[in-house]
């Protein structure tokens, strides 16, 4: 079956660096979703990427989606406080099955 | 404005006793998921609708049965909990369009089994 890797597990940072997660799929996805859990709460919808090679970017966030469309990474430039939490990227199969498949996502802890 | 809801947030239940755990959703979304996501772990898929069309995943225990009476509303029952059941189980909704798969979460239920 789809399986959805992701590094690193979990990765501090002091306030002002740089952070990136990376994600890999076993199968070819239709898209790639990426989701932020802050602790004690549940899985917040970041972005979609849909097509081979795409770049988008949020104010400091960064996401891409592989040329294969198997892999994906998200960088996040001057990490803040705010920026603590989960980040998971969720696979989607596409088709007719919805099936949304979830890495293990990366818990990002900032230093002040 | 909550979106999908689910009911309760919190639930303990002792070891055996079946509970059922319920979402709702006003956002007329055809796709409804249910996870389980223990601490510190990556939400797990449980199973999923398409409208009516259920989809329950290979690993799935038996234990965990699923209804989906209208496009409303979705429930979870677990039938004879065991204390590895403990964790929080998590409702999503999606269009379930090509173009959108964006998931919307609810709060959640956290259960122990005691």
């Known amino acids: 079956g789809q399986q959805v890797m992701q590094i690193p597990q979990y990765q501090h940072v002091q306030e002002g660096e740089d952070f990136t997660t990376y994600c890999n799929s076993s199968t070819t996805l239709s898209n790639i979703q990426w989701y932020k859990q802050r602790p004690g709460g549940h899985p917040v919808f970041l972005i979609q990427l849909v097509k081979s090679g795409e770049v988008k970017k949020q104010k400091r966030l960064t996401f891409q989606f592989g040329e294969a469309k198997k892999n994906s990474s998200l960088h996040i430039t001057a990490t803040q406080t705010t920026d603590v939490g989960t980040y998971f990227c969720?696979?989607?199969?596409?088709?007719?099955?919805?099936?949304?498949?979830f890495g293990k996502g990366t818990l990002l802890t900032v230093n002040p | 404005d909550a979106m999908v809801i689910q009911n309760p947030r919190y639930q303990v239940t002792q070891f055996g006793k079946p509970v059922t755990l319920s979402c709702s959703q006003t956002?007329?979304?055809?796709?409804m998921y249910w996870y389980q996501q223990k601490s510190s772990q990556a939400p797990k898929l449980l199973f999923h609708?398409?409208?009516?069309?259920?989809?329950n995943e290979a690993d799935t225990p038996d234990n965990f049965q699923s209804r989906r009476p209208n496009t409303s509303f979705c429930f979870l029952d677990i039938r004879s909990p065991g204390l590895g059941d403990t964790a929080m189980y998590l409702c999503?909704?999606?269009?379930?369009?090509?173009?959108?798969?964006?998931?919307?979460f609810g709060q959640g239920t956290r259960l122990t089994v005691v």
């Open positions: 609708y398409y409208d009516k069309d259920f989809n």
């Open positions: 969720a696979g989607h199969s596409g088709g007719s099955n919805y099936k949304l498949t």
């Open positions: 999503a909704t999606s269009r379930g369009s090509a173009a959108n798969t964006e998931a919307f």
């Open positions: 956002l007329n979304h055809n796709v």
